[in-house]
């Protein structure tokens, strides 16, 4: 019986990863590309949906080239609340993506918590109203986006995640899906039903229409178009998670008891649930993935800056990067008293403030 090899995506903030692994797990070969973050105002943050979808064919191409194996399927774990809107007729993106970053609309999150709708978004998707999720964003690509609307109102427009967007694109436009762990992070997603809550939909004025089928996360779902990948066609698209999530589970964790930290531009603690729970200390509950074993919960702390901290410090002090600054940091034994607070895209867990700004203090 031959060995089977899967290529698993990793399709993150500042690159895209990706490796071939064998059937044993050994991995056979891995690829990166870059990937450029636009800030055109302050407290904006964007990227290139098409850049995204150019990094992940790269990364492939470049496994593809150095391997001579068959691939018997594609996984893929992604930045998580990222949005990316496309008109479904030309299969283009009608705005830059949204990053997860972006604080854009903390001032409409803020008016509809003053308006009393928090309660009922967080009871329906474990999810406190913040600019974090794209339920806000695609709010704000409704009213300032032109075309929007009338692609809304004749049925083609698409909204959805960064794996959205990919297996659109792998697939040729086939498949217009979504896994349950990616869905948990938009704030349209009722996380007991696992259905999307049009209640929610009115609340921020966005079209349930536009948004894609939700399905486990290990479903099939869907294969390669010809085309679309250096690998050619009928490859099977067989897994789907949010990057954190994809953490929680490659560590192994299995049951409540173990929390998972990781560390990336921003950091997410996460650890399982019994059962689906409500924090009342600011965490976010959320779905950690879905399988033929059932929905499986979880509670999240999101911190919205870490290791991009450490790159804007050594830019700050003119250092040629990170390792510079950690290397500085050992010639002296503490701080002082200096104090960092890297506020730089507002405060996640447990504070949510999108108003929070970085500070420098003790100097």
């Known amino acids: 019986m031959s060995t089977r090899h899967i290529i698993a995506i990793d399709q993150g903030t500042t690159n895209t990863k990706a490796i071939l692994v064998d059937g044993s797990g050994t991995v056979i070969a891995k690829a990166s590309a870059p990937l450029k973050s636009h800030y055109p105002r302050p407290g904006w943050a964007e990227q290139s949906a098409d850049d995204i979808w150019a990094s992940v064919q790269m990364v492939i191409a470049e496994i593809h080239n150095a391997t001579a194996v068959d691939v018997d399927g594609i996984a893929i774990a992604n930045q998580r609340e990222t949005l990316v809107v496309w008109d479904a007729t030309t299969g283009q993106p009608i705005a830059p993506a949204i990053l997860w970053q972006c604080r854009r609309t903390a001032t409409a999150c803020a008016q509809l918590i003053r308006d009393g709708a928090n309660p009922a978004v967080t009871k329906s998707t474990g999810l406190s109203i913040n600019a974090l999720f794209p339920a806000s964003k695609l ?43 990616n869905a948990s992070r938009t704030q349209l997603f009722d996380t007991a039903s696992l259905t999307w809550d049009d209640t929610l939909c009115d609340v921020f004025g966005v079209p349930l229409s536009a948004l894609p089928a939700p399905r486990p996360s290990d479903s099939l779902f869907g294969h390669t178009a010809d085309g679309t990948t250096a690998l050619g066609p009928d490859i099977p698209i067989l897994a789907m998670m949010g990057d954190s999530h994809a953490a ?113 203090s003790g100097m």
């Open 248 to 360: 929680l589970y490659g560590h192994g964790v299995r049951k409540p008891g173990l929390v998972k930290a990781t560390y990336g531009t921003g950091s997410s603690l996460m650890t399982l649930t019994s059962q689906r729970i409500m924090s009342s200390h600011g965490l976010s509950s959320t779905i950690a993935w879905s399988d033929r074993h059932g929905t499986a919960y979880a509670l999240e702390g999101n911190i919205t800056v870490s290791a991009q901290a450490a790159a804007f410090a050594a830019t700050m002090l003119g250092l040629a990067d990170a390792q510079a600054l950690s290397d500085l940091a050992q010639t002296v034994e503490d701080s002082a008293g200096v104090t960092f607070v890297p506020a730089l895209a507002g405060l996640g867990a447990p504070h949510w403030n999108d108003n929070a700004t970085g500070t420098i």
């Open 139 to 181: 709010a704000w690509v409704m009213e300032n986006i032109a075309g929007a609307k009338s692609l809304a109102a004749g049925g083609q427009l698409r909204a959805g995640t960064v794996d959205s967007w990919l297996l659109y694109k792998l697939t040729g436009g086939q498949t217009f899906a979504t896994d349950h762990s």
